[in-house]
């Protein structure tokens, strides 16, 4: 597998990846973290312009997406229920995707944004329960509760430094 940008032409792979991704979230119990469409075009295009969308890509195949700055976010400003780990500066990943085929791709590349700051922080939904195995696999650790922007609902925040 190999990561890299996001290129304009990638959005109709992305878009299945998402859509596929919204279907499994509704069939594992969690309808609500995603409705269908989500993330919009213009999310996903401002992303690929910023320099933060990448992919995934394993046999000349896009099989994950995610979104990763290092710019920080600002809704982790305030964390209840809890600390974050440290204040040191933290990459932080939104909207990973992966395919149906992508088995270990989401895995994958939230250890090469580790690797890329050596401090990560992401958030998932309470009802996202195979996220959570995951980032608790991967040795992340829960911090707490962080609020959505414009009372879009509440998040679990999870953190892994190197």
Known sequence: ?????????DLPALRAIYDNAQRFMVRTGNPDQWEP??????????????????????????????????AGEPTYRVIREGAWLDDAPYGVVHRIAA???????????????LARCGNIRIDTHRD??????????L??????LIDLEEGRGERLAFQKRR
């Open 1 to 9: 597998m190999e990561i890299r940008h996001t290129r304009p032409d």
């Open 37 to 70: 469409g989500f993330p919009p075009q213009a999310v996903l295009e401002a992303d690929i312009r910023s320099g933060c969308s990448y992919v995934c890509v394993e046999a000349g195949r896009i099989v994950a997406t995610f979104f990763f700055s290092t």
């Open 99 to 113: 395919a149906e085929q992508g088995h270990g791709a989401a895995a994958y590349c939230l250890e090469w944004c």
């Open 128 to 137: 996202n329960k195979p996220m959570q195995r995951l980032l608790q696999r």
């Open 139 to 144: 040795g992340y650790t829960y911090c707490g």
